[in-house]
């Protein structure tokens, strides 16, 4: 009986909307990935990998779940190393894919680290935060600050080349530094800082990321970048999400998805598979739901028992957030493409597994919130 009761206590306490939201979005992740895989000769491959990363996302979640993360708390610088070094490993075990080395591959098995380091970067920002929090507002600490995350930041893109990941790392940062506290002056003075550093930043960007970003201001430039059509993704993308106009095409129906005129829609253009097959219906509901999931995590963050979880949570809240906001608005045509996964619905084991692990964490949160008379 003792097990069953320890059953029943786990999710009379756990947090089951997050688990019930994130669920549902892995079945239309399953759904989507279908249909983007259905000409696919790994077709079956695609679908296995994507439900055993779900099954693994739903144990990982339940034992995160169970994990007190203050108790090792202290213990955050080691933790940044070892992200770090996670990190800056991938110059020799790394496998490059259309310009990042961002991947490791064991066997059939691939591993992104930088998606994985994002929980520890999370978890180790959040301790640094909580130890200076009375502080948050003096330049010496933003300094701090500013050095943790770039650290892990400047690992991604030296050794990785992944600018889309380590920039998530940035605004993780950003959204944590916020819910501490920060002083409305240094928030206007960093907006203000962050677009004087625009036309500096453009002077050490080349080749084709450079062409990312000028061929949404201007696509009949394209050309000027040599053979490759970098604005193809894009222009295909944009297609295939107008052609869905209300209520789609039509499951397994749309144009651009059969025909695979839309690059990786399983993965990075997951988007635009909704929005072609199940028309703005159906790219509202992935947008509402990712938007159910991240204000499920600012109301967790709301009732944490401490400031370190109040913190890791809102990284979480953050991570989400602003992933989602860059997939989107790439699909759209208003990002640049930058190999950044929809949380939860692009097709991807080490996405999909970071992600039910971060949920996890959150729910462990929510198992350990203060009382109900201490919000008052």
Known sequence: MRPLRSAVHYFKNTDLYLL???????????????????SSASHDRFLIVQGGAVVIGVIAFIIMSLVDLESIKRYWRVLLLLNVVMQLSMFVLGSSRSGNQSWIEIGPITVQPGEIGKILFIITFA??????????????????????AMLPFGAIVVAQHDAGVAMGYLLIAITMIFAAGISYKWIFGGAVLGLAAVPIAFQFLSGYRLARILVLLDPSIDNLYGDKDYYYQTAQSKIAIGAGQFSGSGYM?????????????????????????????GA????????????RLFYVSY??????SALMTVGIAGMFMF????????????FPVVGVTLPLFSYGGT??????????????????????????
């Open 20 to 38: 019930f939201i994130a669920l549902c979005c892995s079945a239309y992740s399953l759904v989507l990935v279908n249909s983007a895989t259905a």
């Open 127 to 148: 301790a640094h935060l909580m130890q200076v929090y009375e502080e948050i507002n003096r330049w010496q600490t933003l300094i701090q600050l500013g050095i943790h």
């Open 253 to 281: 129906q749309g144009l651009q998805t059969q025909y695979n005129k839309v690059p990786v829609n399983e993965s990075d253009f997951i988007y635009t598979v909704a929005g072609e097959e199940f028309g703005f219906i």
């Open 284 to 295: 509202m509901l992935v947008i509402i739901l990712l938007a159910l999931l991240v204000l």
């Open 303 to 308: 009732r944490a028992g401490s400031t370190f």
């Open 323 to 334: 992933q989602s906001f860059q997939n989107i608005l790439m699909c759209l045509g208003m």
């Open 351 to 376: 996405s999909v597994v970071t992600m039910y692990i971060a949920l996890g964490v959150a729910a462990g949160v929510r198992m350990r919130e203060k009382p109900s008379w201490l919000q008052k």
